[in-house]
């Protein structure tokens, strides 16, 4: 008789164990994965301060990068980008938008054509007074990324104003915009194939090249909360929909709302243009040098929300008397952003959602984002190693969060505050009047990168 818990071995390896005469080879191997399991590429080893790609490659592409056709925040962003997503990304911005003639193929270019849906109820112009009439209302403003985006690619140098010569084709509509927590995304379909030029285009591979933003809490799904620990199919507004791609705040791996072989998490519009929303109002009790380190700052950890999920509510009841964790009670949302900012780590717990704007908003504020969220992919993933700056703390190790961000050595702290900084462009949105260096130092590029991965099968 053999007890297995008394062996310890690695996996995929072999023990050769001799009973008497008898010979047993035992092989012990990992179980496959299940098809619906979705691995996250795996993050090189925390120690290192630039991710896989190093110095040198790093160098190489800022010197280079006007003979690759590199947008100044992607060469930026060099540092944490997964050796292989640096490679697909060269390769598509030197093929991309005029620059180069390098090799072809799925994900190497985008001719994006913005699908403006002026013939129909979503018309943008609708969410354009919407967005331009609520500048001061923080909440409304944090999901504008329909309207902002594509303006900003009709900006860009990967617009292409032709439909039949476009390869990508980005909707322009408003549908966040009028609440319903997106409901109205059942008006798109039936519009598009109605159209002359678009209904043609969109039924060749029914739909898969046309993208559309869907800024509601659940993306494409209807409103609902997530249980703890199930995976949940969740109700669609609109099931004929599956095959479009969304680009979307969700990224949720609990439900079929988000797909990650299709679909692209992208920020909330939490930053427009140079700072965020109500950050150059901060009063002079929050004043903070945007260098400020560790124990410069005025708060350890900093949180506040409501007790949405039961994660948050264990939260909320555990470090309610704690010194290192200020939870707040009621804050303006200027001083929310201004208390952040104060702080050297930021929550970002799931609430309803496995997401929240709370992760855009600790970057904007140069506040280390801690993310507790199991099944959750936040944006850019699959590109960018996000260990080099946020901080991940599984639900389950919840109650010991403050020891474990007490544990991080002094020294990583600063080089996760300063590699903060260097990311912020990544969920920079444009305005809408954006200039060139604006749309240069915004995610454009970066979103517009991703979305052609997935579109075009990479």
């Known amino acids: 008789n053999i007890n297995s818990d008394t062996i310890n071995t690695n996996i995929n390896s072999t023990i ?27 993050p090189p080893s925390p ?18 990068k006007s003979s ?41 270019t985008a001719r994006v054509h913005v699908v403006d849906m002026s013939w129909s109820n979503l018309r943008e112009d609708r969410c354009l007074k919407i967005y331009l009439t609520a500048h001061d209302n923080q909440y409304i403003s944090k999901f504008a990324a329909e309207l902002l985006l594509p303006a900003a690619v009709n900006a860009s140098r990967f617009a292409e104003p032709d439909a039949t010569q476009a390869n990508l084709f980005l909707v322009e509509a408003c549908i966040m915009g009028h609440g319903k927590q997106g409901s109205e995304v059942t008006l798109l379909r039936p519009a598009l194939e109605a159209h002359p030029v678009y209904g043609p285009l969109f039924r060749r591979n029914n739909g898969r090249d046309f993208a559309v933003i869907l800024a509601s809490d659940h993306g494409p799904c209807r409103n609902f909360k997530e249980g703890p620990n199930t995976k949940m199919n969740k109700r669609w507004h609109d099931r004929s929909l599956e095959n479009v791609t969304m680009l979307m705040n969700e990224g949720s791996l609990r439900t079929h ?21 109500g950050f150059d109002r901060c009063s002079p009790k929050h004043a903070v040098d945007a260098k400020a380190r560790g124990a410069a700052k005025k708060h350890f950890a900093f949180f506040a929300g409501k007790g949405s ?9 555990h470090f309610e008397s704690s010194e290192d964790l200020y939870i707040p009670s009621m804050l303006s949302h200027d ?34 984002p801690v993310i507790i969220a199991d099944d ?12 080099l700056f946020t901080v991940s703390v599984p639900e389950a190790q919840m109650e010991s969060l403050l020891d474990v961000l007490h544990a991080i050595p002094d020294s990583r702290v600063r080089q996760l505050q300063a590699n903060v900084q260097r990311v912020q462009p990544a969920f920079r949105y444009p305005p809408l009047d954006a200039t060139a260096e604006q749309l240069d130092n915004s995610l454009v590029s970066l979103v517009l990168f991703m979305l052609s991965q997935k579109v075009q099968g990479q």
């Open 335 to 368: 001083d929310y952003l201004c208390e952040m900012a104060s702080a050297t780590f930021c929550l970002a717990p799931r609430g309803e959602a496995a997401w929240s704007p709370r992760l855009d908003e600790a970057i904007a504020t140069g506040c280390i």
């Open 376 to 387: 959750y992919e936040p944006p850019y993933v699959q590109a960018l190693d996000y260990s």
């Open 16 to 42: 050769t164990i001799n009973v008497n005469v008898i010979t047993i080879n035992i092989t012990i191997k990992s179980p496959s994965p299940s098809p619906s399991s979705q691995p996250t590429p795996p």
């Open 68 to 108: 690759l056709g590199l947008p100044p925040m992607i060469a930026e962003l060099c540092p944490f980008f997964y050796p292989d997503a640096w490679r697909a990304a060269t390769i598509f911005f030197k093929n991309s938008g005029g620059r180069g003639k390098g090799r072809k193929g799925p994900g190497t």
């Open 47 to 64: 120690s290192a301060a630039h991710g896989g790609q190093g110095f040198a490659a790093c160098r190489s592409a800022d010197d280079d």
């Open 257 to 277: 709302c988000y797909n990650r072989t299709k679909d692209v998490v992208i920020p909330s519009s939490a930053r427009i243009g140079a700072a965020p929303l």
């Open 309 to 317: 999920s039961r994660i948050r509510v264990l939260l909320m009841r």
